[in-house]
């Protein structure tokens, strides 16, 4: 059985984007796979954040996990500083990586960008801890978006000069996944890009249905179509996108014939958008707010993913070590 792993920055709510990029996959994967999930505080860090916020995100992700239906005993479902091994890791590799091939990649070219007062070594050295995360329980598959391509490459660098320093077979080379052709991107409501959290144009799975609809009222459109069968306008081609995702196939070929016979009115379409986004948000907005209440079942689930994920990375570790030359107490 293949092992897959991902993990999300606790930044305190997801948006749809996340919904349908990255967590209803892990949702399907966890029926086929050796599944690790996790909340990824310590890469919080980077861009420090306050006490009361981490422990406040990370009990909100935690919470959206279990809404959007990760299973936490198929799966194993964790936070990150529950699980010293992976710090261990993280500095032995931090020994192989060159400062070099960590300043080539674009995210800390971004960063050093955006927060130009704060060039912390924990930014350079993410991707170290990223590798070590997924190398931990030697994971074969990382279900990530496009932007993290340039980490994978670096974790697979990482187990490579490992494996050949130590001259043993610890580490397989993990290879980032996704569902076939149909890797998803959820655009923004704004006419351009994609949803995200810093494009500030998120429609997140804990809103209620009135801000849901105040935002969607509020998408970017045109002047209509003007002519039958013309191509829609990238703003025009977002609403539909989201559409696709949320409503019924027969919504969506209903408001394109009506676009496509120039007699669609963006009003309608935007208002049953929102009902549709509605429908599809309210049952995790329901469970997350019966759960995010329940502190025993956040504790419970911490609990039963920090002992699983121990299992599996201490007995990676053992053999890390073993491998290095460090010597058994
Ligand atoms: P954001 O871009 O809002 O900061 P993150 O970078 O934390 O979100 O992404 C968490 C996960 O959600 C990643 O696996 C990423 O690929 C996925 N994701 C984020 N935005 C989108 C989107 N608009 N469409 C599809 N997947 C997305
Ligand atoms: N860097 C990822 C992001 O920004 C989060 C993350 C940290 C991650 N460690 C990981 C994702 C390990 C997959 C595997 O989205």
Redesign the pocket.
């Known amino acids: 059985m293949s092992i897959v792993l991902?993990g999300?920055?606790p930044?305190g709510n997801l948006?749809l984007?996340?919904y349908?990029?990255?967590l209803l996959n892990f949702v399907k994967l966890q029926e086929r796979d050796s599944c690790f999930f996790f909340i990824a505080d310590y890469h919080s860090l980077t861009t420090h954040t306050t006490p009361e916020n981490l422990t406040n995100n990370v009990r909100r992700i935690m919470a959206l996990y279990l809404a959007a239906g990760i299973h936490p005993e198929k799966s194993t479902l964790y936070i990150q500083s529950d699980v010293p091994e992976i710090c261990e890791l993280y500095l032995l590799f931090n020994m192989l990586a060159y400062v070099g091939e960590l300043e080539r990649t674009t995210t800390f070219k971004d960063k050093i960008r955006l927060q130009p007062g704060n060039i912390n070594a924990g930014l350079l050295t993410y991707p170290v801890l990223m590798a070590s995360d997924i190398l931990i329980h030697r994971s074969h598959y990382v279900?990530?978006?496009k932007?993290?391509e340039q980490h994978l490459e670096l974790a697979r660098v990482y187990a490579r000069r490992f494996n050949n320093t130590y001259r043993c077979e610890i580490f397989p080379e993990p290879e980032a996944f996704n569902f076939g052709a149909n890797l998803?991107?959820?655009?923004g409501l704004d006419g351009t890009g994609?949803?995200?959290?810093?494009e500030g144009n998120?429609i997140y799975l804990t809103d209620t249905p009135d801000e849901i609809r105040k935002k969607v009222m509020k998408a970017v459109t045109d002047a209509g179509p003007t002519a039958p069968d013309q191509p829609p306008a990238e703003p025009i081609r977002n609403l539909f996108a989201i559409m696709e995702l949320v409503s019924p196939p027969e919504t969506l070929a209903c408001f394109k014939e009506q676009y496509a016979q120039c007699t669609i009115r963006y009003g309608d379409l935007k208002k049953q958008l929102a009902e549709d986004i509605n429908a599809c948000v309210a049952p995790v907005r329901e469970r997350f707010n019966d759960i995010i209440r329940n502190e025993a079942l956040l504790k419970k689930t911490a609990a039963t993913g920090r002992e699983k994920a121990r299992a599996s990375a201490s007995a990676t570790l053992k053999e890390v070590r073993k491998a290095v030359g460090i010597s058994e107490k």
Not at 184 to 187: A, D, S
């Open positions: 991902s999300i920055r930044t948006h984007g996340n349908f990029g990255a279900p990530v978006g932007d993290q998803v991107k959820v655009p994609k949803m995200g959290k810093s998120g």
